[in-house]
């Protein structure tokens, strides 16, 4: 457990241990380079690259940029890592429920690490839509291989996600060869041509929940669990819950050490205390499925 300082403010229940681990959860993550237990990764903002790594050092996360702004890496890892959220607030909430207060011990310190990027938010969504993880990570790979730019540092390739302006310019015929479904890749071209010509935004989002869940529900190929994964990991809603996702059933089943996938009325009737806490209680038990 550490405490980190971080733009003035002090960030308690942080631990670079296990948010290092959930970042380690695929070796097929294209976003950044892991090694000797240093996060690296560039990232493109308002058209510029900024390179930067992420360490433990001395019992806190130290952040070194390499290449671009100090402040903009800075503001980004805030978001991405969702350091300013008060954990201790969930965790009060977890310590009395039955099926928390066990996973809160074991991952103390993990953030609902997010997406910041709104159309990477969507397109992982969809692309995981049906699928296991190991292939919705293969196909991201491919995308970000084919699409995205990568940038060269210390030996490391990095990659840059594509841009919404470049994948609205494809055809389907263009994605298929990723092996993509002909329907993800027409569902992927639309929503990047809604964000290239800005009728979808993080800022248009930016509703009470309801809204939000409705705007996105509203776009071709984007149901309620996409909707809800995209508010919970990229536009911080913490009341999102991607209720009928088939990873939060399994980690339901295994906390509950039941045979059965949980009934929804089962599932309601757990978590009918967390309202305000949905989406990291989501993710701490998504969390258990890594061991």
């Not at 695929?26 to 510029?48: C, F, G, Q, W």
């Not at 800075?74 to 928390?100: G, I, K, N, Q, R």
């Not at 609205?168 to 929503?191: F, G, M, T």
Request: with cysteine; aromatic share 12%.
């Amino acid at each position: 457990m550490i405490t980190l300082h971080t733009g003035g403010v002090l960030i308690y229940s942080f631990s670079f241990e296990q948010n290092l681990a959930y970042l380690m959860r695929s070796p097929l993550e294209p976003m950044y380079a892991i090694e000797d237990n240093k996060i690296t990764r560039a990232i493109e903002v308002d058209d510029h690259t900024h390179i930067f790594q992420l360490s433990n050092h001395e019992d806190k996360l130290r952040i070194d940029t390499f290449e671009g702004n100090s402040q903009v890496v800075h503001d980004f890892v805030t978001e991405w890592l969702d350091l300013h959220y008060p954990l201790f607030s969930f965790y009060e909430m977890a310590t009395e429920d039955p099926l928390l207060s066990n996973v809160i011990k074991d991952y103390r310190g993990l953030r609902l690490i997010g997406i910041p990027d709104l159309f990477e938010a969507l397109t992982w969504g969809i692309i995981g839509q049906q699928v296991n993880l190991t292939f919705a990570y293969t196909l991201k790979k491919r995308l970000v291989e084919t699409y995205g730019q990568t940038v060269l540092f210390n030996n490391h390739s990095l990659s840059l996600f594509p841009k919404p302006t470049t994948i609205a310019e494809l055809s389907v015929n263009d994605l298929l060869p990723l092996q993509l479904s002909r329907r993800k890749s027409e569902y992927l071209i639309h929503v990047a041509k809604c964000i290239a010509e800005g009728s979808l935004s993080k800022t248009l989002l930016s509703s009470e929940l309801e809204s939000a869940e409705k705007q996105l529900m509203s776009i071709r190929g984007i149901g309620p669990w996409t909707a809800n994964y995209v508010l919970m990991r990229c536009l911080r809603y913490a009341r999102a819950f991607p209720i009928d996702d088939v990873g939060f059933q399994n980690a339901m089943k295994h906390v509950l050490h039941s045979q059965d996938k949980p009934s929804k009325e089962t599932i309601m009737g757990y978590t009918k205390h967390w309202r305000g806490f949905e989406a990291y209680a989501v993710f701490y038990l998504w969390r258990t499925l890594q061991g």
